[in-house]
């Protein structure tokens, strides 16, 4: 059996809403897109189990379309209640499109709240605070990347009344990638009740808060990578048997999504996402994982925004580059590019050992980001090795 797919403009969070209702109802299911062009290869019906299509980009930038069904979006939004504070409303900050976003509208429906629907487009934090201040529900919600996390604890260091607009929240959930540890400290200084999730589309979104698996969802780690099991697993992609086995496997009598991450779980049970398995490099002859020289150069004051990527080099064989859209020092008022190079090569081998020592800073305007909301890795490679070759 077969239900039709609709194509949604996710420009407009409210129409997402609207058809994300009549999806969880049993209606046509909903392929959120970031414009109102409807693909040529988009079918026009999907498995009767599926009601929402996410788009979504890989490590090699090959589109995705992950498929979900309404009971595993809903058990998510079920275990996300049981880990927080119960059903609340919530301030949509993220883009309709990306599956922390439709989470925050799945939530509001299942919660029987209206979401506040910020304007789409560059985060504006005024706009967020204001938001945040007209909630009158008992039980407050948002969720963030850490871009605008970092912006937000900014505006609340800067104003106290901002502070007390954030500590109303009974979790600000931030996600969708590693979220530095000095910003984590940045919001319990400040009292802010942060969450750190862990997920993707293909689990509709976070699973893991801080973290420990919510509701009935597994972690194992299976010759070093990452497996998560559960209710909220996505039936697989849309029309791509060879990659849906690929991603997915079945043991023990339980599905399991394969997630690419590299990890670790303590004895009492908490994951340790350290990086991803397809980010080591050679340098030297000695592994290096781009992850970790990323985590601990985000740590560092200024490169909240680095990604770290690999690129060639005659001696090394690869070295870790910093890619950063943040403005270079000014040597009159402050360390040298020279310097600021040496105190991050320095910080990094301390750290993660001197393979792992960064070899450049490449400075860009903005970061180019995936649909997903993630940077561009390969866009970033590939610019990083033009660059050398010019």
């Known amino acids: 059996m077969t239900r039709p797919l609709v194509a949604v403009d996710a420009r407009d969070a409210g129409a997402v809403l609207d058809a994300l209702r009549v999806a969880l109802g049993g209606g046509p299911a909903v392929a959120p897109r970031t414009d109102d062009r409807v693909?040529?290869?988009?079918?026009?019906?999907?498995?009767?189990?599926?009601?929402?299509?996410?788009?979504?980009?890989?490590?090699?930038?090959?589109?995705?379309?992950?498929?979900?069904?309404?009971d595993a979006v809903l058990a998510g939004a079920a275990a996300a209640d049981g880990a927080l504070a119960g059903p609340g409303r919530?301030?949509?900050?993220?883009?309709?499109?990306?599956?922390?976003?439709?989470?925050?509208?799945v939530r509001s429906i299942t919660a029987g709240t209206d979401p506040v629907?910020?304007?789409?487009?560059?985060?504006?934090?005024?706009?967020?605070?204001?938001?945040?201040?007209?909630?009158?529900?008992?039980?407050?919600?948002?969720?963030?990347?850490p871009a605008q996390l970092s912006v937000a604890l900014d505006a609340a260091e800067a104003d106290p009344g901002v502070?007390?607009?954030?500590?109303?929240?009974?979790?600000?959930?931030?996600?969708?990638?590693?979220?530095?540890?000095?910003?984590?400290?940045?919001?319990?200084?400040?009292?802010?009740?942060?969450?750190?999730?862990?997920?993707?589309s293909e689990t509709s979104g976070?699973?893991?808060?801080?973290?420990?698996?919510?509701?009935?969802?597994?972690?194992?780690?299976?010759?070093?990578?990452?497996?998560?099991?559960?209710?909220?697993?996505?039936?697989?992609?849309?029309?791509?048997?060879?990659?849906?086995?690929?991603?997915?496997t079945t043991r023990d009598g339980h599905r399991w999504y394969r997630t690419g991450d590299a990890g670790t779980v303590s004895p009492d049970g908490v994951l340790a996402v350290t990086g991803r398995l397809d980010d080591v490099i050679v340098s030297g002859g000695e592994k290096v994982s781009l992850g970790v020289v990323e985590r601990v150069v985000r740590e560092q004051p200024g490169?909240?925004?680095?990604?770290?990527?690999?690129?060639?080099?005659?001696?090394?064989?690869?070295?870790?580059?910093?890619?950063?859209?943040?403005?270079?020092?000014?040597?009159s008022l402050g360390p040298s590019a020279v310097d600021e190079l040496s105190a991050l090569r320095t910080a990094v081998a301390t750290l993660a050992g001197r393979a792992a020592a960064p070899d450049r800073i490449v400075r860009v305007e903005t970061l180019p980001l995936l649909a997903s909301g993630k940077p561009d890795r390969v866009g970033l490679t590939r610019l990083v090795a033009g660059l050398a070759a010019s």
């Open 117 to 145: 629907l910020l304007a789409p487009g560059h985060f504006d934090v005024r706009a967020f605070v204001e938001a945040a201040a007209g909630l009158e529900h008992p039980v407050r919600y948002s969720s963030l990347v």
């Open 303 to 331: 490169f909240g925004d680095a990604v770290v990527v690999r690129a060639t080099h005659a001696r090394w064989g690869e070295v870790p580059v910093v890619v950063t859209a943040t403005a270079p020092p000014v040597s």
């Open 39 to 70: 693909p040529a290869d988009l079918p026009p019906v999907v498995p009767q189990a599926v009601s929402l299509v996410v788009e979504t980009s890989g490590s090699s930038g090959r589109p995705k379309r992950v498929a979900l069904s309404s």
């Open 206 to 248: 976070g699973c893991v808060y801080d973290g420990v698996p919510v509701g009935r969802t597994r972690v194992e780690v299976v010759d070093g990578q990452v497996e998560l099991s559960g209710p909220s697993l996505a039936e697989g992609y849309l029309d791509d048997p060879e990659r849906t086995e690929a991603a997915f």
């Open 163 to 200: 502070a007390d607009v954030l500590r109303r929240f009974d979790a600000l959930l931030v996600g969708g990638q590693a979220t530095p540890g000095v910003l984590v400290e940045r919001a319990r200084r400040l009292g802010v009740t942060l969450v750190r999730t862990y997920g993707s």
């Open 90 to 105: 919530w301030v949509l900050a993220l883009p309709a499109h990306y599956v922390a976003g439709l989470n925050v509208l």
